[in-house]
């Protein structure tokens, strides 16, 4: 019986692994393209991250202006930020805002919404429900 038990287990552990390596691999930033104009650098394609998101493009571009502590405006699919900026510190950001505002902490999908309740923002997983509390305002 033990032997049947342990089958079983290890089967389950190997759906389990196939499942995880699937959403790791299923979600993928966009590669920053940047563009550099005197003390300025444009990210030419900026609205591609907000699509990949699924997030408001005016809450990513007020995050990123935070974090390089620079003015930040958008002007059509292009974001210009003063000051010469590095692809590397752009696509640094990104990852972190994903981590922090996009990914379930609970399953690690990328599939999830940010809903308010009062004034508390949740990010709800649409794969596996779970609802957690969100810090900060880039939600």
């Not at 993928?28 to 699509?51: A, H, S």
């Not at 935070?66 to 752009?90: H, L, N, S, T, W």
Request: charged share 35%; aromatic share 12%; hydrophobic share 35%.
């Amino acid at each position: 019986m033990a032997t049947d038990y342990e089958k079983l287990l290890k089967r389950i552990e190997g759906n389990l692994n196939e499942t995880k390596k699937g959403t790791e691999k299923r979600f993928e930033l966009p590669i920053v393209d940047i563009m550099w104009e005197g003390q300025k650098t444009f990210l030419r394609n900026f609205l591609d991250f907000p699509k990949a998101l699924r997030r408001d493009p005016e809450k990513i571009l007020q995050y990123l202006s935070k974090e390089f502590a620079v003015p930040a405006e958008r002007m059509g699919e292009k974001a210009i930020f003063v000051g010469k900026r590095d692809p590397a510190d752009f696509s640094r950001l990104f990852k972190i805002y994903f981590k922090d505002y996009v990914e379930c902490p609970t399953c690690k999908s990328p599939d999830t919404k940010i809903e308010k309740e009062k004034r508390i923002s949740f990010l709800i997983c649409e794969a596996c429900g779970a609802k957690s509390p969100l810090i900060g305002k880039y939600a």
